[in-house]
């Protein structure tokens, strides 16, 4: 193994989450009440404050195996010995084997990352940003509300595919495979048929709302 391999693979403390997908760069605020995770993040605050965040299944009780690490940035001491926290997501891994089960999971993962673009992503992340104004426009009208983008939303192609896969609501599995791929094109396009399905269904009803009112 060379050394810069040996780098790239480390154990780390594993924290699987029903309906929950963590993306680089994004913030994720816990309440950690469970026993072995207070034991967990005890033990994380005196170290390096990373563990590993991974999409847990409840109906067929699985763990994924792709995730992504977070940094524990800030924290409060709750009564009972809880803990609120907030944490943001640092980079991607692959759980290759669990080192320990008890009193909590620890894997030796690698790191993953995107392969170098083969294209100029700039266009697509253009045509994502296009179609998040049309989402937000449309629901704006349909709902009667003043609704806007965040001005921090990232212009940056991979960080911006990072941005509205973790903004996608209630569909863990579709965001865990956004999670996995390892090309930024890819990922970005896949966001295009997603906001494009999602704007053409919000135009058929602004349609229906301006026919009936």
Not at 140 to 167: G, H, M
Request: with cysteine.
């Amino acid at each position: 193994m060379t050394s810069s391999s040996q780098i790239a693979v480390r154990e780390l403390p594993l924290f699987p989450l029903p309906e929950v997908v963590l993306f680089p760069g994004r913030p994720l605020p816990l309440h950690i009440f469970e026993f072995r995770y207070r034991i967990m993040m005890n033990t994380i605050l005196e170290s390096d404050r990373r563990f590993g965040v991974l999409l847990f299944d409840p109906v067929r009780k699985e763990v994924s195996n792709i995730g992504c690490c977070a940094e524990i940035v800030q924290y409060e001491r709750l009564p009972d010995d809880r803990m609120k926290m907030l944490t943001l997501g640092q980079q991607r891994f692959r759980v290759l084997e669990y080192v320990r089960e008890k009193p909590y999971k620890v894997g030796l993962v690698e790191w993953i990352e995107d392969r170098p673009p083969q294209q100029d992503l700039r266009p697509l992340a253009t045509e994502v940003e296009q179609l998040l104004q049309d989402v937000v426009r449309l629901s704006a009208k349909l709902t009667d509300q003043r609704i806007e983008l965040p001005e921090n939303i990232p212009n940056l192609p991979t960080e911006l595919s990072y941005w509205v896969a973790s903004n996608l609501y209630g569909v863990a599995i579709e965001q865990q495979m956004l999670l996995e791929m390892q090309d930024t094109a890819s990922r970005l396009e896949r966001e295009i048929e997603i906001l494009t399905s999602t704007r053409n269904h919000l135009a058929a009803r602004t349609v229906l709302k301006d026919t009936f009112n």
